[in-house]
């Protein structure tokens, strides 16, 4: 909607009961204007502020995005079996208070992990390949096939610009870089990373930030990409069973780590600059934390708790 101009003369006169009348009018739409302008979209209404909410009745939730207006989950299915092609896959779409506006708001995929937005299109992670959507028609307008890769579990994406994107490939520990549009390509970027799972690029320093899903031994590590992908560096050593990762303001890294399958996993701080490692208090306990997201402009992190069909909202102190 383009931004609405109005304005009108009244040259002094004498009151009469038309010209009062008409200045009535004129108030209440005055009045009015911002309310219909918010009602069409221009803005969404405040949201009411809150601390900490579980949200339930979600399949194997697995990764949240947002569009800066609603929050998308991604559900890999009934049983979490992230590599088969069973299609009982589906996007959930959420308000910012939580509440599930739609349950099956994308339907028609296998297993959906890793999401990213660009170009308003939702691009998702989906077994063997990346598949885009047109977040207001709903309509599939990208595939791109990795099965010759080998691969079964593409995991997390991360939006590099409005043409490319990385996305992750679990089970043959390589990342790829995704051109969007009519030449549609996929370019293998960094190899040889065992369980490489979630993504995060920073596009202000031109590095990309990745963690790692490999038995105990997974770390952060960053990646230079000031002239293409430089060498990757270590941050913190083996961690655990690492899964999503966000760039937090003022320098530091937030990670998630499943711990061991079935035991409450945790919430990892890095401070790049300090190299200090700190665990971030979690009002519940959460099984199976995955690829969550962090809300800056509320300063929440979306954490889907995958085994337990849940996602939990919890602001950050």
Known sequence: MGKLKYGFDFPYREFTVKSAA???????????LPALSNAMGAKPKAVPAFEFKVVDGFSSPESVTSDGKWFYVS??????????????????????DGTVIERKYLTGLDAPKGMGIAGGALYVADVDRVVGFDLMTRKQVFELD?????TVFLNDITVVDSTTLLVSATD????????????????????????????EFDSINRRLFLVSFADDKGA??????????????????PVGRLDGVALLPGGKVLFSDWVKFGSPGKLHLF????????????KEASIGPADFFYDSSANRIWLPRMVEGKVMIQELK
């Open 220 to 237: 952060l590590s960053v990646i230079p990409f000031a002239h293409g992908p430089g060498d990757l560096q270590d941050l913190t050593g």
């Open 146 to 150: 990795f099965s010759a890769e080998g």
């Open 75 to 96: 559900n890999v299915g009934a049983e979490l079996k992230p590599s088969d092609k069973d299609g009982d896959g589906f996007i959930s779409v959420l308000g910012p």
């Open 172 to 199: 043959i520990g390589k990342v790829y870089a995704v051109t969007l549009g009519k030449n549609k390509r996929y370019t293998p970027v960094v190899i040889d990373v065992p369980g490489v799972n979630g993504l």
């Open 271 to 282: 401070d790049i600059e300090t190299g200090k490692f700190s665990d971030v208090e979690l």
């Open 22 to 32: 008409l200045l009535s009018v004129l108030f209440v739409a005055l009045v009015l």
